[in-house]
């Protein structure tokens, strides 16, 4: 009966699981909507047990040392693939997002990134409830212009891996930068789709960093707007049309 119940999530699920049943079952309440408590009591039990069902079904166990092929592989983690065109030369935008230091400037979950040692980096971001969430990433694989993939290591709170690809546009037009990543968050899949309930979708929020870092390679400045600005067929003439009155190069830090 013990080893059935054994934990196998993280501390940081535990803590995550008990912050955010916690505000659920509080909404519920104040909403009179059982349906909203109930959940916001499983995450409350899981916090308290370290014990998910789902990821004792499922093999999946965090509880353990840190692994990120093992809490990512299969269909386990948040999966997300975005791109954007950006119309400057291939090598300036590499070299741009290479310097990690400078994502903070596009992303707006992240508060800072700092480089340890040119393949290692530590990286903080806005978690729950607007506490921090922090973990530390190394660099797979580097060439350049074209690649730049990574994957967290150590005990962090985010486990995850990814990669940014950069090619030459169809046509000669400016430059495909595609982002792919999957991880696991604090509280798993259970956290995500809380996140989303709240209106902190992945996939949409990368979309919009992506947006902003277009805006930034090719203007200078993100505005205030940026992070809700939808793109149409319009606003995609008007960026083939700025493509032939680029202003000069943006400089890389």
Request: hydrophobic share 45%; proline share 4%.
């Given at each position: 009966m013990t080893s059935m119940y054994k934990a196998n999530i993280s501390k940081t699920e535990r803590w995550?699981?008990?912050?955010?049943?916690?505000?659920?079952?509080?909404a519920g309440y104040q909403r009179s909507?059982?349906?909203?408590?109930?959940?916001?009591?499983?995450l409350l039990g899981r916090g308290a047990s370290g014990f998910c069902p789902v990821s004792a079904a499922i093999g999946r166990d965090t509880a353990s040392p840190y692994d990120t092929r093992a809490r990512l592989g299969g269909t386990r983690?948040?999966?997300?693939?975005?791109?954007?065109?950006?119309?400057?030369?291939l090598p300036?935008?590499?070299?741009?997002?290479?310097?990690?230091?400078?994502?903070?400037?596009f992303m707006d979950h992240l508060t800072?990134?700092?480089?340890?040692?040119?393949?290692?980096?530590?990286?903080?971001?806005?978690?729950?409830l607007g506490v921090p969430v922090e973990w530390d990433a190394e660099i797979i694989k580097d060439v350049p212009p074209e690649l730049i993939s990574w994957k967290t290591v150590g005990e962090s709170d985010?486990?995850?891996?990814?990669?940014?690809?950069?090619?030459?546009?169809?046509?000669?037009?400016?430059?495909?930068?595609r982002v792919n990543l999957q991880y696991d968050p604090p509280a798993?899949?259970?956290?995500?789709?809380?996140?989303?309930?709240?209106?902190?979708?992945?996939?949409?929020?990368?979309?919009?960093?992506?947006?902003?870092?277009?805006?930034?390679l090719e203007t200078g400045e993100v505005s205030t707007g940026a992070r809700y600005r939808d793109p149409s067929s319009q606003q995609?003439?008007?960026?083939?049309?700025?493509?032939?009155?680029?202003?000069?190069?943006?400089?890389?830090?």
């Open positions: 995550a699981s008990s912050l955010l049943g916690t505000a659920l079952a509080a909507n059982r349906a909203l408590a109930a959940a916001g009591f499983v983690g948040v999966k997300v693939d975005a791109s954007v065109t950006i119309y400057r030369p300036e935008i590499y070299a741009y997002w290479r310097n990690f230091e400078n994502l903070p400037n800072e990134v700092r480089d340890v040692d040119g393949r290692r980096s530590h990286w903080v971001a806005k978690g729950p985010v486990v995850s891996a990814g990669s940014v690809r950069f090619k030459q546009a169809p046509g000669d037009h400016g430059t495909e930068v798993g899949k259970v956290g995500a789709t809380v996140a989303w309930m709240f209106g902190d979708d992945a996939q949409l929020a990368i979309e919009a960093d992506l947006r902003r870092f277009k805006q930034l995609e003439r008007r960026d083939v049309e700025a493509a032939n009155t680029m202003r000069e190069p943006f400089t890389a830090r």
